[in-house]
């Protein structure tokens, strides 16, 4: 589903090289998880998947479903079925967020050429989405983000994944700032949406939401790089031992 | 300013002198209200019009900017009506500048203000406020007619009142002297509008009294045509514990001058001016404020917001007076603009004069480009970029709207400023 080779990328303001030759391979169903220390990479990484325009392919390709994406903006990813669940959702002063909720869905049915939903199957749909998060309906007459605490905003992400419905979801540490509840929530969320031709690459620092979203695979990224892939115990290995011996090794 | 006097008069002044004699005699009013008249264009034949050395108007050099003014059409075009801003509204037409005889509005007295010109009542009115009122002398020389609004005390209106005012090519000259009495409740749309997109010379003032507890919306709505001026002007005098919400909405004319004259002289009073400037194409824009807070214990808050497109130009000059023992005044002003091209261009010109020293008074002013963060944010989710831009362009403008809680209202406004932006950008 996702084939990223020897991505080299860089700030496209001061030209700082972040992601240096990385290869990353994830398959339709499977939950990709990507560890690392502070600053290694892990949320450019999710970023230039997204297409944000701040960041520079230098080299290299992401490939997804065996087609280049890299000359794709942000919406015609989306479109395309790339969701990134940010970790700090932006707030947007002036935009109902049932208004925004409903552009966005018919936008993305408009590019692949779908009907657009009618507003009692749009109010249907977010209905079940919303309490299925356990999202306070009084939340979604706001202005989008406004005012929402940083466990509603990142529940407020995942409602937009659930809504969205996009085959490659991309959670960027979507467990910081979230209590025990709010992370249990926010999992049953991401778990309901796993399918076999859906794909989740979970960003995090911690082993904690590995727990509750289990992955298929865990990738050490380090400098840019990915410098170990292994199996779901390579998390535990990695919570037991920090990353010093895998860096170690790596250099 | 015997500088000016030797001055050649320009394309426009000599233009406005020309209105004047032609129609002289024709225009309505009794003696004092003629000699008002005659003082009045003296008064601009000697002095022509404001220049950037006039300091109120420094950003909008009226002698340089006004380049021609079209002559008065003789013959009325024939217009007609259109639907209110705010569905069920009462309509009181201004069609070419002349009032309807037959206009009514349950519960309030309405008369056209060519009877108060013909009557005399309306001279000492016609004066200009100062010295730099030009709109105050254009208008009160050349005025014809309108409606004068007298909303009884206790009355409470509940159906809004549109003075609809449409025009055709020309020129018009318009007065709207209106009265809340003590408690009264009402909500008036002053709504100027090109009809058939011809040049025109508009030229308008409402003349506004809050008795005591009056509560008043005013929506000054101006949807001029592509090559119409329109200069207009809103005077407010404030009772005590009256509350007013002035929104005004430009969303056209080549070259406009708003002024917003308003005097707080009740105590317990408030004032909630928001004021949005859509602005595009190569137009001029002026929204000018000078408001006086005259006695202790009033509150006021000004957010402005503009929106510039194209080779736009805009201007909101913010004068805030507190006199000596207005005490306890609360004001505060903000003016932000979301400039989206290199040649556009917007002058804020905030001022504070305090007299009094226990006061609450700030102001501030941004100008930005649409936040790329939210940009980002917006197609992240797949929609495209033109259609997020206009979203956020649109909530921009939408925060201050929202403010009117008037649900009738915030729709019909939201969907003049859709329909705008959704035409330039």
Same mark, same amino acid.
């Given at each position: 589903m996702l084939e990223i080779k020897n991505l080299h990328a860089r700030?496209?303001? +001061?030209?700082?090289? =972040? =992601?240096?030759?990385l290869n990353l391979t994830v398959k339709p169903g499977e939950v990709a998880a990507i560890m690392g220390p502070n600053g290694s990479g892990k949320s450019t990484l999710s970023y230039i998947l997204s297409g944000?325009? +701040?960041?520079?392919?230098?080299?290299g390709d992401i490939l997804y479903n065996g087609e280049? =994406?890299?000359?794709?903006d942000p919406a015609e990813r989306a479109s395309k079925g790339i969701f990134l669940a940010f970790q700090y959702p932006v707030e947007i002063p002036g935009v109902a967020t049932m208004q925004f909720l409903k552009i966005a869905m018919n936008e993305q049915r408009k590019a692949r050429g779908e009907e657009e939903l009618t507003t009692p199957d749009f109010m249907r749909r977010v209905k079940e989405a919303a309490g299925e998060l356990k999202i306070d309906p009084a939340m979604l007459r706001r202005?989008?983000?406004?005012?929402?605490s940083g466990g509603e905003k990142k529940r407020a992400e995942i409602l937009q994944m659930a809504l969205l419905e996009p085959k490659l979801c991309i959670l960027d540490?979507? +467990?910081?700032?979230?209590d025990i509840d709010a992370l249990k929530i926010v999992a049953d969320g991401v778990n309901a949406l796993k399918s076999p031709d859906r794909a989740v690459i979970v960003i995090t620092h911690y082993q904690r939401l590995l727990e509750y979203i289990v992955p298929d695979s865990v990738h050490v990224l380090y400098k840019g790089q990915v410098i170990r892939s292994g199996s779901k115990d390579l998390a535990l290995e990695l919570e037991a031992n920090g990353y010093a011996d895998i860096i170690g090794e790596a250099a | 300013m015997n500088i000016q006097t030797t001055k050649r008069m320009t394309a426009a002044e000599v233009a406005l002198v020309e209105a004047y004699t032609e129609q002289v005699g024709d225009l309505p009013g009794d003696a004092s209200v003629t000699s008002t008249r005659d003082r009045l264009l003296d008064d601009i034949k000697n002095t022509g019009l404001p220049t950037r050395r006039v300091e109120s108007w420094h950003y909008t050099d009226l002698r340089t900017l006004l380049r021609s003014v079209p002559a008065p059409v003789a013959a009325a075009p024939s217009l007609e009506t259109i639907a209110p $801003?705010?569905?069920?509204s009462k309509v009181l037409p201004v069609l070419q500048g002349s009032a309807s005889a037959s206009a009514s509005v349950e519960g309030v007295e309405v008369s056209s203000f060519a009877d108060a010109l013909l009557s005399g009542a309306a001279a000492s009115g016609l004066?200009?406020?100062?010295?730099? &009122?030009a709109i105050g002398k254009i208008n009160g020389s050349l005025v014809r007619d309108g409606y004068a609004l007298a909303v009884p005390?206790?009355?409470?209106?509940e159906t809004p009142i549109e003075l609809q005012a449409l025009h055709g090519a020309g020129q018009v000259h318009t007065r709207f002297p209106a009265v809340f009495g003590a408690g009264s409740k009402a909500t008036i749309i002053e709504r100027h509008r090109s009809a058939t997109g011809e040049a025109a010379l508009v030229s308008s003032i409402s003349d506004v009294t809050l008795e005591d507890g009056a509560d008043v919306v005013w929506v000054i709505m101006q949807e001029q045509g592509a090559d119409d001026t329109h200069l207009g002007q809103i005077r407010v005098r404030f009772g005590a514990d009256a509350k007013l919400k002035l929104f005004v909405v430009n969303a056209g004319g080549k070259l406009v001058r708003q002024e917003l004259r308003i005097d707080? @002289?009740?105590?317990?009073s408030e004032l909630t001016l928001r004021g949005v400037n859509l602005l595009g194409h190569e137009t001029h824009t002026d929204v000018t404020l000078v408001l006086g807070?005259?006695?202790?214990?009033t509150n006021s808050t000004e957010i402005i917001r503009n929106v510039v497109f194209d080779r736009a130009r805009g201007v909101f000059q913010g004068m805030i007076r507190v006199a000596?023992?207005?005490?306890k005044t609360d004001a505060k002003m903000a003016c932000n603009t $979301? $400039?989206?091209? &290199?040649?556009g261009e917007f002058s804020v010109k905030p001022e504070l004069e305090i007299f009094a020293d226990d006061v609450i008074c700030g102001h501030g002013a941004t100008v930005a480009d649409i936040d790329d963060n939210h940009l980002y944010y917006l197609k992240s989710r797949g929609i495209p970029e033109n259609k997020a831009r206009a979203m956020l362009v649109n909530a921009f403008v939408a925060e201050v709207v929202?403010?009117? @809680?008037?649900e009738k209202l915030v729709e019909a406004l939201e969907s003049v400023i859709s329909a705008w932006l959704e035409k330039h950008a």
């Open positions: 700030i496209a303001e +001061d030209g700082t090289e =972040i =992601i240096r030759g944000r325009e +701040d960041y520079e392919v230098t080299e280049s =994406i890299l000359e794709l202005p989008l983000n406004v005012g929402f540490e979507t +467990d910081s700032g979230l | $801003l705010v569905d069920g004066m200009a406020l100062d010295r730099d &009122d005390a206790g009355a409470e209106i707080v @002289e009740g105590e317990g807070h005259n006695v202790p214990h000596p023992d207005a005490q $979301l $400039l989206l091209t &290199d040649d929202e403010e009117l @809680e008037d």
